[in-house]
């Protein structure tokens, strides 16, 4: 009995520990989790690329959770970017929002939200989600009409 | 043992199983399409150090995201949004409970066809005894960290770093030449 008691707890107490990590190379666009997920600014094809450029750079600012949506769909939420930045609010999320970028890292899942700690950004190929084109900009209000 | 075995598994099974967390919630609609009000007893953690085992005491001291351990289930959820309609985020609002049991109160988006799991804004929190508070503290700590950028209107049009990228690289990211032509294009 004890040992079955002994079981179940370690096998209760595996939650608490660090999930298991793989190593992946992946390339996506660097989004705007919050947008993305909640469809408070529209579909998702509209929150992504040049259209949303700079709401993403509101909410990268702002400590939103940035994501790395990859070729497939699969969207990462970034934990990391880089050896020597955070991915919370950091000058090179924010610098890279919107780009597309190919990133070497290691990739976790968790309650059904994949993360990745990105070590090195391997290339940035930069804004190559050209959104404005049909969307415009997303909020509308985003740029601000020029002062007569 | 056949009891035990079925309450562990009983145990493991929670967490899979869509649970109702919307008792006494006084959540307040965002009209989000998939948002359920959920309210639910929590530990503030360090998604990091959740998920990796690198854990500094301070829960990353605001460079990290920050995160949800659900008392009822383990699950964690992602606390991606505080309760400002001004694209703020929760990290602030919640690193004075790092490591602490709360109570929140907010909305949970969950879609299982997008997929969508477990991603959270959080509307109030509370902590022990005192009182809720408010998941609303983003403008106050940026403008105490930005004296320099008084001014009329919101704080995302104020911001020293954003404004540096859009004077470099314009609205859309692209470059000043294709944002004047665009800007010409939606102003005309």
């Not at chain 1, 989004?31 to 469809?39: E, L, R």
Request: aromatic content about 8%; charged content about 20%.
């Amino acid at each position: 009995m004890n040992k079955v008691l002994a079981v179940i707890l370690g096998l209760l107490a595996t939650p608490a520990l660090a999930a298991e990590g793989e190593r992946i190379i992946v390339t996506g666009e660097i989004i705007d989790t919050w947008c993305y997920y909640s469809g408070v600014m529209g579909g998702p094809d509209s929150v992504v690329g040049s259209a949303h450029h700079t709401c993403a750079l509101w909410c990268s600012a702002s400590g939103i959770p940035i994501g790395l949506l990859a070729e497939d769909g699969t969207v990462y939420t970034i934990l990391k970017l880089g050896p020597q930045d955070n991915a919370t609010g950091g000058d090179t999320a924010l610098t890279l929002a919107s780009h597309t970028i190919t990133a070497d890292g290691m990739s976790y899942s968790r309650d059904g939200i994949n993360y990745i700690v990105v070590e090195k950004v391997v290339e940035d190929m930069g804004i190559v989600n050209l959104t404005h084109e049909d969307y415009d900009v997303i909020p509308p209000f985003a740029i601000p009409e020029p002062k007569e | 043992m056949i009891r035990l075995a079925a309450a562990a598994f009983a145990l493991f099974a929670a967490p899979l199983a869509a649970q109702d967390f919307s008792a006494n919630s006084e959540a307040k609609t965002w009209n989000l399409y998939a948002e359920v009000p959920a309210k639910f007893d929590a530990k503030v953690v360090d998604v990091m150090c959740e998920i990796t085992g690198d854990c500094p005491a301070d829960c990353g001291a605001g460079d990290r995201q920050l995160g949800l351990l659900r008392s009822a289930d383990n699950v964690l959820v992602m606390a991606t949004k505080n309760n400002q309609p001004a694209f703020t985020g929760a990290v602030v609002d919640l690193l004075p409970y790092c490591n602490q049991d709360v109570t929140v109160d907010g909305l949970m988006i969950n879609d299982e066809d997008f997929p969508i799991n477990n991603v959270y804004l959080v509307q109030r929190i509370k902590a022990g005894d005192a009182d809720w508070a408010k998941a609303s503290q983003f403008t106050k700590v940026w403008a105490t960290k930005n004296p320099d950028a008084k001014g009329k209107g919101p704080w995302f049009r104020r911001d020293p770093r954003i404004n540096a990228l859009i004077e470099k690289e314009g609205y859309l990211g692209l470059g000043l030449e294709i944002d004047k032509e665009f800007k010409e294009y939606l102003f005309e």
